[in-house]
């Protein structure tokens, strides 16, 4: 029923860019708290970015605030993460969750690999 995914992620160079996407389906986007989060080896699984279900309200985690933006598109059930001015430290796998009002939940997407590396 829910689905959630994302795309976008693969290897870039320190201070390149890249963009994630995340669509969502069976469940109404426009009313779903979306987020980004992202998980390295060795780590806990740590809060990127959220954004609310209009897109008024934004969250970052401190590590990445001035370099992140997360922004949605209603329309297209989207959900987006740009990443510039890449650290290797910003190496992980990114997921998506959604918090959709119905059906009540957290649900997660599987995972998309990003690589900073030289």
């Known amino acids: 029923q829910v689905q959630v995914v994302e795309s976008g992620g693969g290897l870039v160079q320190p201070g390149g860019s890249l963009r994630l996407s995340c669509v969502g389906s069976?469940?109404?986007?426009?009313?779903?708290?979306m987020s980004w989060h992202r998980q390295a080896p060795g780590k806990e699984r740590e809060l990127v970015a959220s954004i609310s279900p209009s897109g008024g309200n934004t969250n970052y985690a401190g590590s990445v605030k001035g370099r992140f933006t997360i922004s949605r598109d209603n329309a297209k059930n989207t959900v987006y993460l740009q990443m510039n001015n890449m650290k290797p430290e910003d190496t992980a796998v990114y997921y998506c969750?959604?918090?959709?009002?119905?059906?009540?939940?957290?649900?997660w997407g599987q995972g998309t690999q990003v690589t900073v590396s030289s």
């Open positions: 069976g469940f109404t986007f426009s009313s779903a708290t």
């Open positions: 969750r959604a918090i959709p009002s119905f059906p009540y939940g957290a649900y």
